[in-house]
């Protein structure tokens, strides 16, 4: 009997014990997930949810009213134009500051930032639940703000869900040595952004018709053109509100020359091609909208002699296009996506 009753008493310290082993519940939190103008592609507070919960291998997002922390975020372009901030504040139930992070990066796409908001909102939340702040007395004055701690990514950090840009202009353009003095013309060009590649740029212009009068006058030729070209940008500096580009590429187009005042007039049409680079330079005035100017340079390998023949005849060159053309634009435009 004696050994029942020490053995019924061994049992109940035991199951006391191990009681008393039973870890505390996790802490459960909650987001205020806030992402400011220009902003609005940063992580979402469900992506970063489930990026947490991953790395703790438990589930740890509730409703607010069901959370002992609440973690607030603010998200959004850096001061200056360049790169991204995000400030995290960590509060109790109650409201008492727990601590504060801020994390920023000089990157042109703001999920850069993803993989770290993931890492620290999980090093912030994940506490032990005897480090809850007891709730304050009514009377008791408020905490001293927790310091905050900055914390500054490099520029090179990898950006996963960087979208595709795209921008759409129009523009005025100007050429020497292109056609018979100062030529004036209309552009419009089309910028592809692929993530991790050169910025892609195709445009088509159309040249104002330009004439060449021959020494004998009220004869001559008028000169007119339509271009195409495709440019690759591996040089590209600045911010999402200023930037440089420098690019190469080529250029395709169709120049006609008709005569005008001969006993026969004739109309020559002429392939030209010219290999070239550029540089611009663009600022974003307000929301998507674009204003820019650029110089270029490019290099005719194809340099067609036109000819007028006089009745004797003799031969005039009317126009020859020069060994190389400069270029200039004026462009207004509208960029979409992350640049």
Known sequence: MRVLATLSAALVLLAGAVAKAEPAPPVRAALDWRRQPGAEHCMAPAALA???????????FVPTKQADVVVHARLEPAAGGEGWTADLA????????????????????CSALDASLALIVALMIDIPREELPAPPPKSAPPPPAPRTTPIQLPRGTPAPRRPW?????????????????????????????????WLIELDGE???????????????????????????????????????????GQRVGRLVAEGFGFDEDHREPRVVYNPGMKARLTARLVGPLL???????????????????????STQELYRMAPLVGTAEVLVGVGLGTR
């Open 50 to 60: 489930k990026a947490v919960e991953s790395r703790l291998g438990r589930r740890v």
């Open 90 to 109: 960590l509060e109790s139930a109650a409201g008492q500051p727990m601590g504060k992070r801020t994390l920023s990066v000089r990157a042109a796409d």
């Open 165 to 197: 840009g795209f921008e759409a202009d129009a523009r005025g353009v100007a050429a020497l040595g292109l056609m018979p003095g100062a030529a004036l013309g209309l552009a419009v060009g089309v910028e592809v952004q692929p993530p991790g590649f």
């Open 206 to 248: 159309l040249w104002m018709t330009r004439r060449a009068d021959s020494s004998s006058g009220g004869s001559g030729s008028r000169f007119s053109l339509a271009s195409v070209g495709l440019y690759l940008c591996p040089l590209q500096l600045g911010s999402a509100r200023v930037r440089f580009r420098g690019c190469v």
């Open 291 to 313: 204003l820019g100017a650029g110089v270029g340079l490019e290099v005719p390998l194809s340099r067609d002699h036109f000819v007028a023949t006089r009745a004797n005849g």
